[in-house]
């Protein structure tokens, strides 16, 4: 909106969320007064890991595991290292067989290849068209070195939930550890580790609204798993390094008020998102939904325009005080096209042309009808210049927008 006092609005929530004033309460005290290290044996020391396993018992509760079932990390990144890594070299491992699917994140398939570097083999399964892994598929890739199997349970581009406990139950029967990187599905989906037959899930406190810089690896009790990092033998022996307590206590908070909320904060984002995804490929000519139709979190919104740079399109969105992405947050910067775009079957120009938008609770109405305002303009002042573009000028109607 023009004018002095822009408005600003945040629609991507996959990259990251801001702290809850309850959160940023609840870890206050940690940084400030009780800031002991929760390894040492006096008072400050005591109260520190009191609050750590305090917050460690919080967050086995929303997961239903048991306490010593988690270990704390840095974030997502660091736990799905943990349990991709950790399990494949358990005892010093250099060989073994492990499954994935090609549009995970790239803290897993960056671990993944560093594994087949060392002589591991991997299989990277498809995905069909609209972002879907096929149970039968993981089954059929199974082997007898098969030493791990990780699908993510949400995608953070398109957003699409995939069958976990149908793939948990294919591992569980074949006595192969199942991981799941849950970094954009808590808050959003149900998540109940026994149920879904999950060894070993990830999650990142910065996705609902929590601080950055701590994760948890969900460990099921007698997973073989080995450290990545190695020091003073905090965690269990898991995971040294000194306790983020403050980061600890601020997730286990922000963990609970996500699992508290999930129904009322759900509602409310899929009728917004649902708009969305009725009303851009009606107003927007050439417009198109990427990923599922319905098994895609309530969040997410995924388009893509013919003739436009994804780019362009985030930065002269930007201009209009609305925060979107291209591509995945973490991958933004690199000139690559997003590899989960291309693994739907989008061409680069297709792909280079998308849009990601992710609400969260505190979007309202208002903001989507000014998006939905806005972005008709955009597009079509993109269109004008766009090298891509040999029908220009275009209007909506034109070209027949479909939603795939
Ligand atoms: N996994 C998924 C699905 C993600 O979306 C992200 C971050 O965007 C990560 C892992 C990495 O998490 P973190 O930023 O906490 O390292």
Redesign the pocket.
């Known amino acids: 909106m023009p004018g002095s006092q822009q408005r600003r609005i945040y629609f991507d929530h ?2 990251t969320t801001h702290v809850l004033p309850e959160v940023y309460e609840a870890m206050t005290p940690y940084f400030l007064q009780r800031f002991g290290n929760a390894s040492t044996l006096h008072s400050f020391g005591r109260e520190a890991k009191a609050a750590l396993e305090d917050s460690r018992k919080r967050i086995a509760a929303v997961l239903n595991c048991e306490a010593q079932e988690i270990v704390f990390t840095s ?4 736990a ?1 290292n943990l349990a991709i890594k950790g399990v494949a070299m358990y005892k010093g491992k250099t060989k073994g067989h492990l499954i994935a699917t090609n549009i995970e ?1 790239h ?1 897993v398939l960056e671990p993944f290849d560093w594994l087949k570097r060392l002589g591991f083999e991997t299989t990277i399964l498809p995905v069909s068209s609209d972002g879907l892994v096929d149970p039968a598929e993981v089954e059929r890739a199974v082997r007898n070195d098969t030493v791990l199997i990780s699908v ?1 349970m949400a995608n ?1 581009e398109i957003g699409t939930v995939q069958p976990v406990r149908e793939i948990g139950k294919i591992a569980s029967s074949h006595g192969i550890p199942f991981h799941t ?1 849950a ?2 599905a808590l808050g959003k989906l149900p998540i109940d580790v026994k149920a879904d037959n999950i060894d070993l899930l ?1 999650i ?1 406190a ?2 609902f609204h929590g601080p950055k810089g701590v ?1 948890v690896l969900y460990v099921r009790r007698g997973t073989k798993i080995e450290p990545i990092l190695h020091g003073g033998g905090q965690e269990r022996g898991l995971r040294s390094s000194t306790e983020n307590v403050p980061g600890a206590v601020g997730m286990a908070r922000a963990a609970e008020i996500a699992k508290r909320d999930m129904e009322k904060t759900c509602a409310m984002m899929k009728a917004l998102r649902d708009k969305m995804l009725k009303q851009v490929p009606e107003t927007v000519a050439r417009s198109y939904v990427n990923g599922h139709a319905t098994k895609r979190l309530v969040n997410n919104a995924h388009f893509r325009f013919d003739f436009i740079e994804g780019e362009g399109l985030v930065l002269q969105l930007d201009f209009k005080g609305i925060a979107t992405s291209t591509g ?3 991958s933004t910067g690199a000139l690559e096209p997003s590899h989960v775009l291309l693994a739907l079957g989008l061409t680069h120009e297709q792909a280079h042309g998308s849009l990601r938008i992710t609400l969260g609770r505190e979007n309202t109405e208002e903001e989507v009808d000014y998006f939905l305002q806005v972005l008709p303009e955009v597009v079509s002042k993109l269109r004008q210049i766009s090298p891509f573009n040999e029908q220009r000028p275009m209007g909506p109607g034109d070209g027949g927008a479909c939603v795939q």
Do not use: I
């Not at 974030?75 to 660091?78: I, K, L, M, R, S």
């Open positions: 996959s990259a974030g997502g990144t660091e799905d994140h803290a993510m953070n990187d970094v954009q990830s990142s910065h996705k994760g995945s947050a973490c």
